[in-house]
């Protein structure tokens, strides 16, 4: 079937304004994962979804970031008043229940404020 | 703090050698995974060893796990060109109801035709 899949691929905004990622995860993944990843660097972890729990936000950088998960499935990064330093490749990934140690990632969102 | 530390950050080969990742990790793990990333893009697994292993094969991929030093080597034989990549370790970290990845910064690997 279909992998995951992130929109918009690219996103340039100004600082300021307010920016919505999407993540579709593979059908029937329980588990959704969103990363950053800045240029050279390894991925920092952000959000975690699990089903109908509630969500381990303890990676989430600051109060500007929040992520909704609608019917367990779609998820939306939303970063407001964007800063330059905002500016990374925004990755999701999702696991499905009986392989929680394996993430499928999406091809990632890049995000450039300037 | 990173989890995971692979060195060399960057590795230059000509095809057909072999290349040698190696990753470090600080608390116990129940398994680690090594990762694929192409152009910045998104992660691709490749294997995963679980603590009871020491070592582990997927075609030219080799992995070994030493619990006792908390490092894993991640060998790719016969290199190609269509491996450069970045390669990254990755642990899970369990705690409350997340079992959260926790990567290193990664391997730059440049395999040269």
């Known amino acids: 079937g279909a992998g995951v899949s992130q929109s918009p691929s690219n996103k340039v905004t100004e600082k300021g304004k307010d920016v919505e990622l999407r993540c579709d995860p593979i059908s029937g993944h329980t588990a959704l994962y969103w990363y950053r990843q800045s240029l050279g660097q390894g991925l920092e972890f952000l959000i975690y979804?699990?089903?109908?729990?509630?969500?381990?936000k303890s990676g989430l950088p600051s109060d500007r970031f929040s992520a909704e998960r609608t019917g367990g499935s779609v998820s939306t990064l939303t970063i407001q008043r964007t800063q330059q330093e905002d500016s990374a490749v925004y990755l999701c990934?999702?696991?499905?229940?009986?392989?929680?140690?394996?993430?499928?990632f999406g091809p990632g969102t890049r995000l450039t404020v300037l | 703090s990173q989890q995971g530390e692979e060195d060399p950050q960057a590795l230059s080969i000509q095809e057909g050698e072999n290349a040698t990742m190696n990753c470090s990790y600080k608390t116990s793990i129940n398994n680690l995974q090594w990762y694929r990333q192409n152009s910045g893009r998104g992660l691709v697994h490749l294997i995963l060893?679980?603590?009871?292993?020491r070592e582990k094969h997927s075609g030219r991929l080799r992995v070994t796990l030493d619990t006792s030093k908390k490092s894993s080597s991640l060998l790719i034989t016969a290199s190609r060109a269509a491996d450069t990549a970045s390669y990254f370790c990755a642990t899970v970290r369990r705690g409350g109801n997340t079992d959260k990845l926790i990567f290193g910064t990664g391997t730059r690997l440049q395999v040269f035709p």
């Open positions: 990934a999702s696991s499905s229940p009986t392989g929680v140690d394996t993430q499928y």
């Open positions: 060893i679980r603590s009871n292993e």
């Open positions: 979804f699990q089903g109908n729990s509630a969500p381990d």
